[in-house]
């Protein structure tokens, strides 16, 4: 996943985001690239980091950026990292499309 934040696979999109929160408000902030060279999706969300309510938050942003309900979303890495790993099921091109449009990416 290092030219996008985006991986196609089958039956899902699998997005890694780097998280921040107490963010001031749930967003999408666009597409940011790591020291290491990795896209990510910047997400904030209002949420403080206890009891994995900053996750859930995110985890909800997801769901409705990309249109899907919030069971479609699961966590697959970075319980505890700035950077996590999330599986979306359904069509990955309509998915990656909605959550680029919520970015701001091309």
């Known amino acids: ?3 996008a934040p985006f991986r196609a696979g089958d039956g899902a999109l699998h997005v890694r985001a780097r998280l921040t929160p107490r963010g001031g408000r749930d967003a999408i902030d666009g597409v940011e690239r790591l020291s290491d060279g990795t896209a990510v999706l910047a997400v904030r969300v209002r949420a403080a980091p206890q009891n994995g309510e900053a996750n ?7 769901a409705k950026a990309a249109g899907v309900a919030r069971s479609a979303v ?18 990955p091109a309509a998915i990656e499309a909605r959550l680029r449009a919520a970015a701001g990416a091309p």
């Not at 859930?56 to 997801?62: E, P």
């Not at 699961?74 to 069509?91: C, H, N, V």
């Open 74 to 91: 699961t966590q697959t890495a970075g319980p505890t990292s700035r950077i996590k790993t999330f599986e979306i099921a359904g069509d």
């Open 56 to 62: 859930a938050a995110l985890r909800a942003l997801l």
């Open 1 to 3: 996943m290092t030219g």
